[in-house]
């Protein structure tokens, strides 16, 4: 491997000023540094596969509402913890609009980030039911989500869904909820990082297992209307975006600006609870924290204390972007085709240089192209991969980091430009010619 297109040298050097022991096992924010350093050190340009960071401009529907916002004084004024009331009618009215789900606006709170609003929600769904603390989490998943119940010290249970579609999910949740020690189930959908997407056979045995069970469903929707395979950017007209919610009142949907307004650097999500699930009353719930009802809870307790309410300003933001999608003066979804694309075209390329998509079917059709897919290389653990690839000047995270059983890693597509395709196909050539005779 001595004719690498980066400097082997600098990147040995770079691992070991950051103590990293095994760079295949780095963590997303590890690799992050690393590339950094090397960057800065040799002046190469890496292919950036680690973070889900978005790669488009932020809407600007949002940046001129934050911007006069602001000149009005916002600044100066605390939020409500719960949310401003422009935002949570809007928020309703793009649940209904784009899910065709009926939700009380006093049931949209928004939150720092979807993040923290899976933080709240954890802490309130471990402590609403005496023996039920652990969450199961339908895997690959969003890593931070794991190092959140680490710094909860929550317990948590996870399969990866691979072998488990269709029919056979089913019978795999059963074998988990049947113990009685769950309280909440945990996806996302579209799928970071498979870019799987549960049909609604799949959703439907969710919603009734958590019907069956009393458990609560956290549906992560940080790629709403990203399956690019439907059209779902019409408000109020099918196809829309499939969610649990239409088969169970126990539930919790996230919706992020980050990746379908690219608003990612504002730090604003919503937490969208059913009106169920919004005003009961859980006795364990109020003996741990002193509310009343569980939105109560949420809002007045536990948002209150981890950051007394979301940035005024954003909350405006968001509230004018989502106003926009409802008018339909915006298509969010024609907005974040680019990932799709840029998805086709790099799949492409490691494929002809003897990379395999990982999970590649999705029951039957082929996977969708967009934010996330997964790649594996003959011969090489997903860690082996992580560690080769960064001498070729391309970064991603191992696939087990995700809680994937599989070998492999995470490519995300947002960060890697159009202009940077010639370099990837290059990199890609001399990696194949290098480890193709080993194998």
């Known amino acids: 491997m001595e004719n690498t297109p980066l400097n082997k040298k600098v990147i040995d050097e770079k691992i070991k000023e950051l103590r990293i022991a095994d760079t295949g096992k780095a963590s997303i924010r590890e690799i992050v540094a690393l590339v950094n350093l090397v960057e800065e050190a040799t002046g190469d340009k890496f292919i950036r596969m680690e973070m889900g960071v978005p790669g488009l401009p932020p809407s ?12 009005k004084g916002v600044a100066a004024i605390y939020p409500m913890v ?7 009618n809007e928020a309703a009215r793009f649940v209904k609009n784009f899910l065709n789900i009926g939700v009380s606006p006093a049931g949209c ?18 402590n609403a039911v005496k023996g039920k603390d652990t969450t199961l989490f339908i895997d690959p998943g969003f890593p931070v989500q794991k190092q959140q119940m680490q710094v909860l010290d929550q317990k948590f249970e996870t399969f990866d869904v691979f072998n488990f579609r269709g029919k056979k999910l089913r019978e795999k949740l059963e074998s988990f909820l049947s113990k009685g020690n769950i309280c909440t189930i945990v ?14 056979e799949e959703l439907k045995i969710i919603g009734d297992l958590a019907n069956k069970y009393d458990v609560i469903v956290m549906e992560d929707l940080a790629y709403f209307g990203m399956d690019f395979r439907k059209n ?14 239409n088969y169970t009142d126990n539930y919790i949907l996230f919706i992020s600006s980050s990746k379908i307004f690219s608003y990612a650097g504002q730090r604003i999500g919503l937490m969208v609870i059913s009106d169920t699930l919004y005003k009961r009353d859980y006795p364990a719930l109020q003996q741990r924290f002193g509310g009343t009802d569980f939105g109560s809870t949420i809002t007045l307790r536990l948002l209150y204390a981890l950051s007394s309410g979301t940035s005024h300003s954003a909350q405006w933001a968001l509230a004018a972007m989502l106003k926009a999608a409802n008018d339909g003066e915006i298509d969010f979804v024609e907005g974040v085709k680019e990932y799709g694309e840029k998805a086709k075209v790099m799949k492409r390329l490691f494929v002809e240089n003897g990379f395999k998509i990982v999970y590649e079917n999705d029951l039957g059709q082929p996977i969708a192209d967009g934010f996330y897919f997964t790649l594996a290389y003959p011969g090489m653990t997903g860690h082996e991969l992580v560690a080769n690839l960064l001498y070729y000047g391309i970064s991603a995270i191992a696939l087990d980091n995700t809680g994937s059983n ?31 005779s080993v194998n």
């Open 60 to 71: 600007q529907i949002g940046v001129d509402a934050e911007i006069d916002a602001l000149r």
């Open 82 to 88: 719960d949310g401003i009331k422009p935002l949570k």
């Open 109 to 126: 709170i928004p939150s720092v980030g979807s993040m923290q609003g899976t933080f709240a929600a954890f802490m309130a769904a471990a």
């Open 187 to 200: 996806y996302s959908n579209p799928n970071n990082p498979t870019w799987i997407c549960f049909t609604d």
């Open 232 to 245: 779902m950017a019409n408000p109020g007209e099918p196809p829309f975006q499939p969610s649990v919610a």
């Open 406 to 436: 599989q070998e492999g890693i995470r490519a995300c597509v947002s960060f890697v430009q159009r202009e940077q395709f010639g370099d990837l196909e290059e990199r890609l050539k001399l990696f194949h010619e290098n480890f193709s």
